[in-house]
């Protein structure tokens, strides 16, 4: 018996390799949506610096949106936020926030504290239209083109280099089909 | 020219570390005595060399030599030359050659220090070592050297350093803390080693003893060095937040601190001895495996490196092969011997095995958390995150009780506690403690908190009950009391222990008592938080040598009386024109006013966030302690004793109250009493 307990520390970490190992080939950062290609979905949400203020997807300007998932709770929100201030100054997209999951004066001081880079931020709380998006965890960013079509969907904090790495190469792809339509 | 010699120079290092891998082991199997000496001059050459590498990378960096690419991507000619030295680790590449570096600083520390251990024995260690070496160099240079030129495309200028990163702090953190990492492969090697001799006797313990807390020093100070970074640099005031990276170095520290009390049983009395191994074995593999977590990229991280599979798959090689050789040497090879030191239920070995349990739950816990997002997966279950919430529930509790066991250790008895001196040996500590904890919160705060109560309970225990163990131990046999009577290791584990009790002070304090307030401020106007008045004078434009900022002017001040002059800034950094936050503190040791400068709003008005911090400093001051307890541990001239003067004489034994050093010294006599037997 006490032999074969000898043997438990190997078993136990051949099984956590085999986990690493399986990880290996998951990428953290790629979420595969099933909602890539499609119409981003329809919603109904108030806003979260007015309670009485309702948005729909109608609110959304035209040309190219960026949704950002957020909350308060989410450190590596709080690194990226930074970054999508200067983002927010760009006037090839506009970007919105989805707060998730928060509670709402923690993400009224949040974007009064940090400021606010959003067109609005739509409050979430029971997370239906994060629940439509699959979001899992913040923050997430969905690309969505012109025509109201998700295009991306990066899970993660955004910087420079993953600007320029991930999303930058999309934004210009969408701005060259939107040359070829007119065309 | 120049930065080949440095590749050369770490292919050299990889020849020298296959032949110490395989050379020292060759004459032990043939009996070639000449073969074992050479474990020494080989281990001398793989550190030069490797020295001699990060050297020549130190010298690109310092002369700007973009068609380095690693250079070209790490720095920048306005970056001053101090940052250009810690741009080194700036990246994986060059972080990875300090991790090989490190190593090799160890194993010629072991091969020069080692003088009192048998020959055959440390030629093992060092042949061990040589294969971990042979591992990570080879890993350097197949897919990630440093050295890869930018032929012929050569930038005029370099990327820069990630503004995080260019922090005088950073010179030193990756070091120590990869000192720490890394030096948990010595006290690997002893325990393979011997369980390749298939000697696990109280020998190796005592001999890895001393580099194991030597490297759990480190590990510990840079594990305060990386909170401490955090609480400033980030701005946010936080000092710790559970991230991937973290935990990966909270994870060998849990694991190295139940390792350096179970090789103190292993030594002292001879038991614990299957166990100790494999804590042996799993402190380094931890190491490993937060090696892979941070440069595989399979979990998500605000200070992860770049992602690249093929560099996981690799680490993934490394650690299936010295971890699973490791263990399945241990599955064939773990001590038969039942432990011939019994002991009773109420005793320090027990304590300590209460503790290390914990420790190793404590640690499974973490290794849960940070593996779950992986975990779900792996299984196809979809994506999660496990946030500090889930840390904080389950650590808690476990850490409490950690402390309540961890402070009778030093005053039980070992073998077997005496009927009753327990109780009566406690009973004040503990009472003087549950006081305290009652009294501390109505006194600072002004009403009742029962986590502060039982914060402080604990810390006192925690406190009183090491003091009242160094002062028993201080009793001469004729009455008197003597402080010059204690040997170095009791003064370590007293301040080690304090230590954690100063810490805990810190960790409940700041996380009860600390406010957080954001206020709208024009120049020249004053608020007061936490009865201090904060003048705001505007915001100066400043210029640094490779970022400019907004410096906020912030006059602290108290009832009137001037304390200081805060100026948080806003950076912009040029070129990865990226924004950074850089908070202004008032320090003290029993509270930090810090401040940082938001964002600007209409009217000249600024944003600034003011967080009163009690008694954080006393987390990091706490850690500090526990090195400071480890180095002095590793200083105590027993382990500078040769082995000749171990043979017990007749004055030491008949001591009445056991010490340390005649429990030491008759169970090696046991132990050489036993190897005698078995070669008889």
């Given amino acids: 018996m006490n032999k074969v307990i000898r043997f438990l520390p190997l078993v136990l970490f051949v099984a956590l390799g085999i986990v690493l190992f399986r990880g290996l080939s998951l990428d953290p950062t790629s979420l595969p949506s099933a909602l890539i290609g499609k119409p981003f979905p329809e919603f109904s949400l108030a806003v979260v610096n007015d309670a009485q203020r309702t948005v729909t997807k109608a609110d959304l300007k035209s040309g190219i949106k960026l949704v950002n998932v957020w909350g308060t709770w989410c450190p590596s ?18 970007l919105y926030g989805l707060n998730y999951d928060d509670e709402r004066g923690l993400a009224q001081q949040w974007l009064a504290r940090l400021g606010d880079p959003y067109e609005f931020s739509a409050f979430d709380e029971q997370g239906k239209l994060s629940m439509n998006l699959g979001v899992y965890a ?10 109201g079509i998700i295009r991306k969907r990066f899970a993660g904090p955004i910087d420079a280099r993953v600007w320029r790495r991930e999303f930058e190469p999309l934004i210009i792809q969408i701005e060259k089909e939107r040359k070829q339509r007119s065309n | 020219m120049i930065p080949e010699l440095g590749h050369f120079a770490l292919i050299i290092a990889l020849a020298f570390a296959i032949c110490l891998s395989i050379v020292p082991l060759v004459g032990i199997i043939s009996n070639h005595q000449k073969l074992i000496t050479y474990a020494k001059p080989l281990t001398f050459g793989m550190f030069s060399f490797t020295a001699i590498s990060i050297i020549i990378l130190a010298y690109s960096f310092v002369t700007d030599d973009f068609s380095v690419k690693y250079v070209a991507s790490h ?10 030295m810690s741009a080194i680790w700036g990246g994986h590449e060059g972080s990875l050659l300090l991790w090989v570096f490190s190593l090799t600083i160890w194993t010629a520390a072991v091969a020069k220090f080692s003088k009192d251990i048998e020959d055959v024995f440390i030629a093992r260690v060092l042949a061990v070592l040589g294969m971990i070496v042979v591992g990570f160099i080879a890993f350097t240079i197949l897919t990630s050297n440093p050295f890869d030129r930018l032929w012929p495309n050569v930038p005029m200028e370099g990327r820069d350093l990630n503004p995080l990163l260019q922090d005088v702090l950073f010179l030193i953190h990756p070091p120590i803390l990869y000192m720490g990492y890394v030096g948990f492969a010595v006290a690997f090697a002893f325990a393979v080693a011997a369980l390749m001799c298939g000697k696990l006797d109280a020998a190796w313990a005592r001999w890895a003893r001393p580099w194991t807390v030597a490297a759990w020093v480190f590990l510990t100070v840079g594990i305060a060095l990386g909170s401490w970074w955090a609480y400033y640099e980030l701005g946010w005031g936080g000092w710790w ?12 520290w849990l694991i190295g601190t139940a390792l ?15 166990w100790t191994v494999l804590l042996a074995i799993f402190a380094f593999s931890l190491s490993l495996l937060g090696t892979f977590i941070v440069r595989s990229g399979i979990i998500t991280s605000v200070h992860s490196f770049a992602a690249d599979p093929s560099r996981g798959m690799f680490i993934l090689y490394l650690l299936a092969i010295t971890v ?25 070995e027990t304590a300590i095995l209460i503790c290390n349990i914990i420790l190793v739950i404590a640690c499974i816990t973490v290794l849960l958390g940070t593996l779950y997002p992986l975990l779900v997966d792996a299984m196809g279950l979809g994506k999660m995150s496990v946030g500090p919430p889930y840390f904080n529930a389950v650590f808690v509790p476990i850490m409490s009780l950690l402390f309540i066991v961890m402070g009778i250790g030093p ?9 009753g001196e327990l109780r009566k040996q406690l009973s004040s500590p503990s009472v003087m403690s549950i006081f305290i904890g009652l009294a501390f919160p109505f006194v600072y705060g002004g009403e009742f908190n029962a986590w502060v109560t039982m914060g402080i309970t604990l810390a006192c225990w925690v406190q009183l009950v090491v003091l009242k163990e160094l002062f028993n131990q201080t009793k001469l046999n004729n009455g008197r009391r003597s402080f010059a009577r204690l040997t170095l290791s009791q003064w370590g584990m007293t301040i080690a222990h304090s230590g954690i009790a100063m810490t805990i002070v810190g960790i409940t304090l700041v996380s009860i008592y600390e406010t957080e307030t954001n206020v709208k401020m024009i120049a020249g106007e ?18 640094g040598p490779n970022y400019s900022a907004d410096q906020g002017q912030i006059t602290l001040s108290k009832n009137g009386d001037f304390i200081s002059l805060l100026q948080p800034e806003r950076r912009t950094y040029l070129v990865q024109t990226m924004g950074m936050t850089e908070a202004a503190m008032d320090a003290g040791l029993f509270r930090d006013v810090y401040i940082a400068l938001g964002d600007p709003l209409s009217g000249n008005a600024w944003a600034i966030r003011v967080h009163f911090k009690p008694f954080v400093r006393w987390i990091w001051f706490g850690a500090m302690l526990m090195a400071l307890g480890g180095v002095c541990a590793v200083m105590d001239k027993r382990y500078r004793r040769k082995k000749e003067k171990v043979i017990p004489t007749k004055a030491s034994l008949s001591t009445e109250k056991c010490n340390d050093d005649v429990i030491l010294q008759s169970s090696m006599t046991e132990s050489m009493a036993q190897s005698v037997g078995k070669q008889s």
């Fill in chain 2, 324 to 348: 699973g050789g490791s263990l399945t040497l241990f599955a064939f090879r773990a001590s038969n011997v039942a432990s011939f030191s019994r002991f009773a239920l109420y005793s320090r």
């Fill in chain 2, 526 to 543: 004053s608020v007061t938080v936490a009865g201090f008045d904060i003048r705001f004078d505007g915001v100066k434009q400043v210029q």
């Fill in chain 1, 138 to 147: 913040a923050p997430e960013t969905f690309v969505v083109d012109d025509l």
């Fill in chain 2, 75 to 84: 720095s920048n000619t306005h970056l001053p030359y101090y940052f250009k």
């Fill in chain 2, 241 to 252: 937040f559970w991230d991937p990276v973290e935990n990966a170095s909270f994870m060998p």
């Fill in chain 1, 77 to 94: 929100c709080r690194v990226e936020h930074s970054f999508l201030l200067e983002l927010s100054k760009s006037k090839r997209f506009s």
């Fill in chain 2, 411 to 419: 005053l039980i008895r070992w073998k077997k506690a005496k009927k």
């Fill in chain 2, 260 to 274: 350096i009390h179970s090789l103190a049983v292993t030594e002292k009395r001879g038991a614990f001895r299957n």
